[in-house]
């Protein structure tokens, strides 16, 4: 691979791993970011890291790293909307079985990956704006108006991705809109080990710890949430729950407080063909994931290694040939597993009160290999 000239967009999770990778491997690559240098990783929320990214990581030497700056997660909670439990699991079935689960801030995760690439290594800035293909090679023109020829480009600028449109018609991809979304924050100098969720009826609430912190989101109906606007829903929400939950009340205090809250809304993206000749796309430009399964980033890292994997045994005159490979071993088990973020969105997204207390008294019964059962097939692989 040390004579391959590779060009990687986006610095996110999926196209800084993939630069890891082929450091490891001694390749020589480019990677761009639209961002600019002052506006990069300047935000971002909270990540659960399945083994399947944390082994990533240890394959890069950056565990320690990893470990120091996230938590174990002990436990998994679903509550009713007023705060009571209706059911908790351990995440032991993860953390002996497979390895650790762990939370941690996305911001971190990036500081940890660009820090082993080495910043000025990033050219920020500059985006793609033509692309054209010879029988084995790859003409591109940047924003800067310069230009430049590879043998591989490996499209990672996310789920709206900008350089996927040069390529691939719109009827080429597809989204998944849930029609719900909602406001993220952080509760800062907070310790817990524990993912709570409360399941509502047009509504949901999910406080996802990290290390020091805890990451708050609210959210229900797209439609309605907007039209109430942040603080009226918070407000009605807090009436809901009973006085006892401080860390609710506390949560939903902070998330009415922040100026200029982040709004997510929930969909994500499918594409039908990863690749155009020896142009592909990683992570989320080739398949989305809704943050519902918690397992979008470590998908993105797993499928990561898997292309590295397979480009490492792979010539210059056969990228293509690689990447068909990669795409046979990869592609069904992302999408496996974005479905099954689907189904899990169905189950948390209801509007009925009625549907909302029949799924509450089903779920008493449910153990948690039930509830994660595929999680622990793509783990597995």
């Given at each position: 691979?040390?004579?391959?000239?590779?060009?990687?967009v986006?610095?996110?999770?999926?196209g800084?791993?993939?630069?890891?990778?082929l450091?490891?491997?001694?390749a020589?690559?480019?990677?761009i970011e639209?961002e600019?240098?002052?506006?990069?990783?300047?935000s971002?929320?909270?990540?659960?890291?399945l083994?399947?990214?944390?082994?990533v990581?240890?394959?890069?030497?950056?565990?320690?790293?990893?470990?120091?700056?996230?938590?174990?997660?002990?436990n998994?909670?679903?509550?009713?909307?007023?705060g009571?439990?209706?059911?908790a699991y351990?995440?032991?079935?993860i953390?002996?079985e497979?390895?650790?689960?762990?939370?941690i801030?996305?911001?971190?995760?990036?500081d940890?990956?660009?820090k082993?690439?080495g910043v000025?290594n990033?050219q920020f800035?500059?985006?793609?704006?033509?692309?054209q293909?010879?029988?084995n090679t790859?003409?591109v023109?940047y924003?800067n108006g310069?230009?430049e020829?590879?043998?591989?480009?490996?499209?990672?600028?996310?789920i709206h991705?900008?350089?996927?449109?040069l390529l691939?018609n719109?009827?080429e991809y597809k989204?998944?809109?849930?029609?719900?979304?909602g406001?993220v924050a952080w509760?800062?100098?907070?310790?817990?080990?524990?993912?709570?969720?409360y399941?509502?009826?047009?509504?949901f609430?999910?406080?996802?710890p990290v290390k020091?912190?805890?990451?708050i989101?609210?959210?229900g109906?797209?439609?309605?949430v907007k039209?109430?606007?942040?603080?009226s829903?918070?407000?009605k929400?807090?009436?809901?729950i009973?006085?006892?939950?401080?860390?609710?009340?506390?949560?939903?205090?902070r998330?009415a407080?922040?100026?200029?809250p982040?709004?997510?809304e929930f969909h994500?993206?499918r594409?039908?063909?990863?690749?155009k000749g020896n142009?592909?796309l990683?992570?989320?430009?080739a398949c989305?994931?809704l943050?519902?399964?918690?397992v979008g980033a470590s998908?993105?890292m797993?499928?990561a290694?898997?292309f590295v994997?397979?480009l490492?045994?792979?010539d210059?005159?056969?990228?293509?040939y690689?990447?068909?490979?990669?795409?046979?071993?990869?592609?069904?088990?992302?999408?496996?597993?974005?479905?099954?973020?689907?189904k899990?969105?169905k189950?948390?997204?209801?509007?009925?009160g009625?549907i909302?207390?029949?799924?509450?008294?089903?779920?008493?019964?449910?153990s948690?290999?039930?509830?994660?059962?595929?999680i622990?097939?793509t783990i597995?692989g």
């Open positions: 691979m040390q004579n391959f000239n590779i060009l990687i986006g610095a996110g999770v999926a800084l791993t993939c630069a890891n990778l450091k490891k491997q001694g020589q690559f480019k990677l639209k600019s240098f002052d506006n990069f990783n300047g971002g929320y909270m990540l659960g890291l083994p399947l990214g944390g082994r990581l240890t394959e890069l030497d950056l565990d320690k790293e990893y470990f120091d700056h996230s938590m174990e997660m002990a998994y909670e679903i509550h009713k909307e007023n009571t439990l209706n059911k351990s995440l032991d079935f953390n002996k497979y390895g650790s689960y762990r939370g801030g996305r911001k971190e995760l990036i940890i990956l660009t082993n690439i000025e990033i800035g500059t985006s793609v704006t033509q692309i293909q010879t029988e790859v003409h023109n924003s310069k230009k020829i590879f043998d591989l480009v490996i499209v990672a600028d996310g991705s900008d350089t996927r449109k691939w719109e009827n989204y998944y809109d849930t029609g719900w979304g406001w509760l800062e100098n907070q310790d817990l080990n524990v993912y709570k969720e399941w509502g009826a047009s509504s609430m999910g406080l996802y020091n912190k805890i990451g989101f609210l959210g109906p797209n439609d309605a039209k109430q606007g942040l603080k829903f918070a407000e929400i807090k009436d809901e009973l006085p006892e939950f401080d860390v609710l009340h506390k949560s939903l205090d998330l407080s922040t100026e200029n982040f709004y997510w994500d993206c594409t039908n063909d990863w690749n142009v592909i990683l992570g989320d430009s989305g994931f943050p519902t399964a918690g998908m993105a797993d499928s290694s898997a994997d397979e490492s045994r792979t210059k005159e056969h990228i293509e690689g990447i068909k490979l990669y795409i046979k071993r990869q592609k069904k088990r992302v999408e496996t597993a974005q479905e099954d973020s689907r899990l969105a189950l948390m997204f209801v509007k009925s009625l909302a207390g029949v799924r509450d008294y089903a779920f008493r019964f449910y948690i290999k039930q509830l994660a059962k595929n622990s097939k597995e």
